[in-house]
């Protein structure tokens, strides 16, 4: 028999494939489903939101089925025969879609190896297959995975397209795969198939839809004509989307069911829409409930998708209690499932007939989509007391997901199955309502719930306030509980950013790679006395105390006007992780485990839209709290700032208050840059303006075609480098920072006699008055310009190096705006013109030198050479320099990291150059070092 095309999505050609052979009836040709209509529609305007409308289901198969691929490929085969759905594609003819089913053909199967029971390989497969949009002309509907462990298969991963399958339909097929693996066939006949349900809607069902679209537009014209006005401009995108898991919904929406016998999602709708409508003052109200539309006995059994969106008008008349809202919303919304059946364009039309406009009508009301299965009934009454339900709530978890761009309404709701628990997201159009107002949304719907189990709630159904907490930290297995750190009492403010916020803002919006933007996060951790005796409630209190004192703590990214500014709330909660460590005697200080917190706690990106600007866990040794984590963003507080937060911390946890004044916050910084420091920014944009003409650059021309990767890193950890560079200190009277500067321009200028050298500097910028113990992020970088004419010794340029620092911190502090238009207007492209020159970074907390001190002798010193350790770390994707220099802390030692773009810095020179600089210091620290400071046989760009 011959086969249609063999579809296969672009990457997984060079994957193991099986091939399932399929065939079976309902072969042809008809128009889209209504359902199908309104999708294909969405995705033609709004672009294809695959992630949420990709339908992810997983099978798991026994060890002791011994399925094999061979089986399992047949099963799907046979699956794929029996529903034609599943092989039917909607391919675009005369300009608009149309759904064709293939008779016969071959549906490839992924093939993964996975570990254990496959679970998580599975869960890998299904995220590899549903972040991929389906091209619906030319693919199958479905994706299939085979997970096999020791050759047998474990786990079957299917991801459905929705405009093809609805959640119900994803559930017949399911049962009929389970029923092929166990039986090997199917002695009933299929369900009504997406074409079947496509000809009776474009048939004989178009009386049903005309009768709907007059009930929409007879309910629509009792709805007062209100517009939603804009409160504000909205946050990129304008949806935002917060999830709360709680088992407390579940049980008490089931007990509100079965007290006043209705189905728990009339129970759920209910509260939602309390929430949404209490504090209106309307008195009619419109709700967009999704059908299912399987009321029909023919269509139970339907593999299609039949969902379509409800409308109800709410009466609220006489400010109801809440069991006599929920009459009324069990009648309205029973009212509008019944006419969710109809054509979506001629819906459209009619309302546009009533100069309406259909794209903007809903946005006012909000909609509710309930995806548990199975939907509707009254399900059996949970025995549970009050006090335990209202234990429950504790345990609730909230977080953030990914937003939308754009949706009808400014208020959206769905509900899906969680392990003894339910989901409920809730979708806010953050231009009409606030981000901060989803959890207490959220919470407080659980709140109504919980109460009207029990008793009856009198209008306006609003339960007590709840503050929002923010994400919650991502969990790990090491972390065992999560409990919140109230802050409250402080200062609401707005204000721009920082001038070292906007700088580092760019580099927050243009790193991508997980190994880029890791150096934005700013680990540290705080080690607690055992003598302390601090609980885990009074680290908590620590925490709040804390975060109510700065403000830059509190504060977080909004975009107004295509700028971002930030905002500083008044109060919140923290999310703080609580790790025990299982066994004290392996790690009974808890350093071990707080190391690893520290490391998953910077692995994600920091979203500065939702989250609070630092994360936080607490390593408890034997029941008290041995170690403080704490994770940073960048973008809020710079090293500086997180030594300030930390001193605040150790005194609150040992003392329980602070006696000092609060040092300046991030508004307090951006309202001083915007008036009494724009002079200095002047004198600083004009400085940069007069050095760099005059300066050579040491990585002006291509060496090479560079490696691959392109951009290496490489580290040399060396005890040599850490006491030479403190007795060069100490004798010649100059910081380490200035040494390790000068010996980075002796490494770049040494062997091409270059008369001068400019090198990129970090500068903390905590020089100006008020910035020492400001908390926020300051750090700017500066340009530091050494003149090499004269070939000076290197205690010279020593001299030169500290002259040239100075006046670089000096102006290091300016408006990276205004310094971006002045050399965008000499012609310079002010993202890439300072990529030639070497950026040095002196990341470590502790520079200073005991002048008592009298380091190691010369002998011991060239010993510690031998221990130096050289490694490669891992390569970044894209860096915007040539060659970065960092300066890092290790123990007893200094770490210089050198990050290579390859075509400029050849890799084999990355290590020669490290340990030439070593070599020099270690020369340097006894006896001056003439030019080329060259003091050992192998220069610093000497052949391995």
Not at 508 to 529: D, K, N
Request: aromatic content about 8%.
């Amino acid at each position: 028999m011959p086969f249609a095309d063999t579809v296969i999505p672009a990457d997984w050609a060079s994957e193991p494939l099986r091939y399932a052979e399929f065939s079976g009836g309902g072969a042809g040709a008809a128009p889209p489903t209504w359902a199908q209509q309104v999708l294909l529609r969405s995705i033609a305007r709004f672009g294809s939101n695959h992630r949420f409308l990709n339908l992810r289901r997983t099978v798991p198969v026994s060890p002791r089925a011994g399925l094999t691929v061979a089986t399992a490929t047949q099963a799907v085969g046979a699956l794929v025969s029996r529903h034609s759905a599943l092989r039917t594609r909607l391919p675009v003819v005369d300009g608009g879609h149309h759904q064709e089913t293939a008779p016969a053909g071959l549906f490839p199967l992924l093939v993964c190896a996975g570990t254990g029971d496959g679970a998580q390989a599975a869960r890998h497969a299904a995220d590899r297959l549903g972040d991929v949009a389906f091209d619906h002309s030319a693919e199958w509907p479905l994706r299939v995975a085979l997970v096999t462990v020791d050759d047998r298969v474990r786990q079957i991963v299917l991801v459905f397209s929705h405009t093809t399958v609805d959640a119900n339909a994803a559930e017949i097929v399911l049962r009929d795969l389970r029923l092929l693996l166990l039986r090997g066939g199917l002695p009933t006949p299929p369900g009504p198939q997406s074409v079947d349900v496509a000809r009776l809607q474009h048939g004989s069902d178009r009386h049903r839809s005309q009768r709907s679209v007059a009930y929409w537009l007879r309910e629509f014209d009792r709805l007062p004509r209100q517009p939603l006005v804009p409160s504000g401009p909205g946050l990129e995108p304008h949806l935002r989307r917060g999830v709360l898991v709680s088992s407390a919904v579940d049980k008490a929406a089931r007990l509100v069911a079965a007290r006043h016998r209705v189905s728990v999602s009339a129970a759920l709708l209910a509260a939602y829409h309390a929430m949404a409508v209490g504090a209106s003052g309307r008195e009619l109200s419109g709700l967009f409930p999704m059908a299912h539309n399987r009321f029909r006995t023919e269509y139970a059994q339907a593999v299609a998708n039949l969902g379509q969106i409800g409308f109800c008008v709410v009466d609220l008349a006489g400010r109801p209690d809440f069991a006599e809202l929920l009459h009324r919303v069990w009648t309205a919304s029973l009212n509008g499932l019944r006419h969710a059946y109809y054509d979506p364009s001629a819906l459209r039309h009619a309302f546009e007939e009533r100069g309406l406009d259909y794209g903007t009508a809903f946005h006012p009301h909000h909609y509710f989509n309930d995806v548990r299965l199975p939907l509707g009934g009254v399900d059996k009454a949970p025995e549970v007391t009050r006090d335990e339900l209202r234990a429950a709530m504790t345990d609730s978890t909230f977080s953030w997901t990914a937003g939308l761009n754009a949706a009808s309404w400014h208020l959206l709701a769905h509900v899906v199955d969680e392990p003894d628990a339910v989901g409920v997201t809730l979708t806010v159009d953050t231009r009409h309502l606030p981000m901060d107002s989803v959890e207490p949304f959220l919470r407080g719907m659980e709140e109504l719930l919980v109460e009207a189990a029990f008793g009856d709630v009198r209008w306006p159904w609003s339960p007590k306030a709840t503050t929002p907490a923010g994400p919650v930290p991502p969990r790990t297995e090491d972390v065992e509980a999560t409990v919140y750190a109230d802050f409250a009492g402080g200062r609401a403010a707005s204000a721009p950013l920082t001038w070292g916020q906007r700088a580092m803002w760019r580099t927050v919006e243009e790193f991508e790679s997980p190994e880029a933007y890791r150096v934005l996060s700013l680990p540290r951790t705080l080690a607690v006395p055992t003598r302390a005796e601090v609980t885990v409630p009074e680290a908590v209190r620590a925490l709040g105390t804390l975060v109510a004192r700065h403000g830059s703590l509190r504060t977080r990214f909004r975009r107004r006007d295509d700028e971002v500014h930030q905002e500083t709330a008044a109060s919140g909660r923290l999310p703080v992780g609580v790790h025990a460590v299982p066994r004290p005697p392996d790690d009974p200080d808890g350093r071990a485990a707080a190391a690893e917190l520290a490391t998953r706690l910077r692995e994600s990106r920091f979203d500065h839209v939702t989250e609070w600007p630092l994360r936080v866990a607490l390593v408890t040794v034997d029941g008290r709290v041995r170690q403080v984590v704490v994770v940073f963003s960048h973008a809020t507080v710079d090293f500086h700032a997180t030594d300030v937060v930390l001193r605040d911390l150790r005194r609150l946890l040992l003392h329980g208050a602070l006696d000092r004044p609060v040092g300046l916050q991030s508004v307090d910084l951006a309202g001083r840059e915007r008036d009494a420091e724009r002079r200095r920014s002047e004198r600083a944009v004009a400085y940069w303006v007069r050095q760099l003409p005059g300066i050579a650059a040491s990585l002006s021309d291509p060496v090479g075609s560079g490696s691959a990767p392109r951009y290496r890193r490489g580290s040399l950890v060396s005890r040599a480098v850490h006491h030479a560079a403190r007795l060069v200190s100490t004798r010649h009277a100059v910081s380490t920072s200035n040494v390790v500067l000068a010996a980075t321009a002796a490494g770049l200028t040494g062997a091409g006699g270059q008369d001068s050298c400019g090198i990129v500097v970090m500068a903390n910028n905590r020089f100006q008055p008020g910035h020492q113990d400001a908390v926020g992020t300051l750090n700017q970088i500066g340009l530091a310009r050494l003149d090499l004419a004269d070939r000076p010794g290197f205690a010279e340029l020593l001299s030169r190096a500290r002259r040239g620092a100075l006046d670089a911190y000096r102006h290091a502090y300016y408006d990276p705006a205004v310094w971006e238009r002045t050399f965008t207007d000499l012609g310079h492209d002010h993202r890439t013109f300072l990529a030639p020159y070497c950026y040095l970074n002196d990341a470590r907390l502790t520079r200073d030198v005991d002048p008592t001190d009298t380091g190691p002798d010369e002998t011991t010193l060239r010993a510690m050479v031998g221990d130096s350790e050289f490694r490669w770390l891992p390569e970044l994707a894209r860096f915007p320099w040539r060659c970065r220099v960092q300066v890092l802390d290790a123990p007893g030692a200094v770490e210089l990291v050198v990050t290579a773009d390859t075509r400029y810095f050849p890799a084999e020179r990355v290590e020669p150059f490290l340990r030439g600089v070593e070599a020099l210091l270690v020369e340097a620290a006894f006896r001056d070092v003439p030019w080329p400071w060259s003091p050992a046989a192998a220069g610093p760009y000497a052949a391995d």
